[in-house]
Each structure stands twice: as C-alpha cells, then as structure tokens.
C-alpha cells in the first residue's frame, strides 16, 4: 500500500551494516498526488561514498511525453545532532529518459560508519526527503488537486488564427501576476484577448472538463497556448519532436476533460502539409538531377567510361 506523506518522508534503514544488497529500495510513497521512492547504494556507487536518489516509482506505466519539474532535498540525519545533518538539494526535471535524480557522493562512507558519528545509532540510518513537485505535464492528476502546475515546453511563433503575435503569449500565469477571470479561467493580462478569442470560437470545449482546481486550470491554458502556437508554425520547420509533444498535449488536454477535436484535426492538417512539403521537396530534387543529367547528355558534357577492350585494340 502507498501512503500519503504530505510533502515530506521519512526512511529508517534497520541493520545498516548487515545490508548485503548494492542498491536498495524505500517503499513507495505519495507526495503532490504522485509515486515516489528513494534509492541507496550503501556502498556507493562505484565511489567510497553513501549514494542517495529520488525516483518515480511508476515511471514504467506513465504515458508517454510525461514530464515533472521537480525541487527536493534529501536529509542523511545525524541523530545527535542535527546541525551535522547533511542536506542536499536540486531542482530537476525528471522524464523517461530521467526517472531518478541524486547524488553520488552524499556522504563518505568513512564518515557514516563512524564511532560515534552520530549517523548510524542502533545500526539504523535516517534519511528525510521533501519534495514540491513545479510542473508537470503528461500527467492527469485530478485527484489531488494541490500546487502542481503542467506547461508544455513548445516553441513560440505567431498565434495566426487567435491575434497578434506576442512572444509572451504562453508566459506562465504566477503569484503576484494580476489576472483576469475568462469563462471561469483565471489567466494573466497578457493571455486575455487570446483565450477569449478561443472561446468565441469553441465556446464548449471546455465544458466537460473535471477539475475547479484554479492552479491545474491556469495550467490546462498554458499547455494549450503552446501547443496552439506550435501548431501555427510553418510546417517545415517542425520536427518529429515537436510532432511528439503536439500529440502528448492534445492527449493530455483531453484526458482532463477538454473537447480537442478541433485541434486533433489541426494537428492531422499540419502533420499532412508536412509531408507534403517534404515530397514535393523530394520531387523537385529528383527533377533537377534529371534535368542537370539531360543538359550534360545534350551537349556532350557527361563522362562517359571508354571500353578497356577497345582501348586496347
């Protein structure tokens, strides 16, 4: 069973010394709504040091595109005295590529086992981790409607069904900012006149959607400016990648409960207009190798390999 554990955890490791095992593993835990563990080497990893990780416990059955920006700490806690605790934080991204995070060299295992060092007491280890999970994307996470935000990571251009071209357009709503309430949506002064507009033109496709939460729904608007942006682009200059995450925030949009019919097909019209640039590219380079080919033929330009018998003769 997974338990809650607010935003931080705890991990007593019993019989320390006794560990025979080169890696192993906390039980799972939530924070923000999402599965984590802890990993140790308690003999390092290939280093004379403690090594410490965080990973996402259920990464293998995440869909695909999924992303979560991430600040955490890792605490080795010095049970006397916690000012000798040694305290480690980061803030990364963890993807599939990237599932866990940490550090090598946490704490000399010198240092750990110690006499009296503090860190080992009963042969048992200590270690907290907190975590707050920034951004997520790729993942429905309705159910715990806490602090989380998703932004999809596409690129600018101009919004040429929706407005003018601002390159502030998909800039994140945050604390502080002043925003302005559209269809239920609090979004920055910046995004107003956009997001009115795409409801003036689809004034139900977000109708069904399942969270109040006002956080993930600022954010739900932000995956969808980008991916509207990038869909605004010039065919040939998007990439498989950007065709990648075009689809991840369509499915990801529509698994919180927006209507994207209009931009699935969008993305199908766009994708075609691709392939099209791309073979009558291919077309056009073949035509001018033959025409290259037939002016050398006319006037006796190509090079043309004697035969070595008559050569000879």
């Known amino acids: 069973m997974v338990s ?11 019989d320390f010394s006794s560990l025979q095992s080169w890696r192993i593993y906390s039980d799972e835990f939530l924070i923000g709504g999402f599965k984590w563990c802890l990993i140790a080497y308690p003999k390092g990893s290939k280093v004379d040091c403690l090594s410490l990780y965080l990973g996402v416990a259920d990464h293998e059955s995440l869909p695909l595109g999924w992303r979560r920006n991430t600040k955490f700490s890792l605490k080795v806690v010095n049970q006397f005295s916690d000012k000798s605790s040694i305290l480690r934080e980061a803030t990364e991204l963890f993807d599939q590529k990237t599932p866990s995070f940490g550090f090598t060299k946490i704490l000399p295992l010198a240092k750990l086992h110690a006499n009296d060092g503090g860190f080992l007491v009963n042969d048992e280890l200590k270690i907290v981790a907190e975590i707050n999970v920034l951004q997520v994307i790729g993942e429905s996470n309705d159910e715990s409607e806490g602090s989380q935000e998703a932004v999809q990571p596409m690129k600018k251009t101009k919004m040429t069904d929706y407005g003018t071209g601002s390159s502030d357009l998909h800039k994140e709503t945050s604390v502080g900012n002043e925003t302005v309430d559209v269809n239920g949506f609090q979004v920055s002064t910046l995004q107003v006149a956009y997001v009115r507009c795409i409801f003036e ?7 069904k959607r399942r969270s109040n939460n006002q956080h993930l729904k600022s954010t739900y608007i932000n995956v969808l400016l980008g991916l509207i942006e990038t869909l605004c682009q010039l065919p040939e200059k998007l990439s498989d990648d950007d065709f990648d995450e075009a689809s991840a925030a369509v499915s990801y949009l529509t698994q919180v409960g927006f209507k994207m019919d209009w931009l699935e097909e969008k993305l199908e019209e766009v994708k075609e207009k691709k392939m099209k640039v791309y073979t009558g590219k291919t077309q056009l380079e073949h035509m001018e190798e033959e025409f290259k080919l037939a002016t050398q033929v006319k006037f006796g330009t190509t090079h043309r390999h004697a035969d070595p018998r008559k050569a000879a003769s």
């Open 201 to 207: 033109k689809h004034p139900n496709f977000a109708s």
């Open 4 to 14: 809650e554990a607010g935003n931080k955890f705890i991990w007593v490791i019993k």
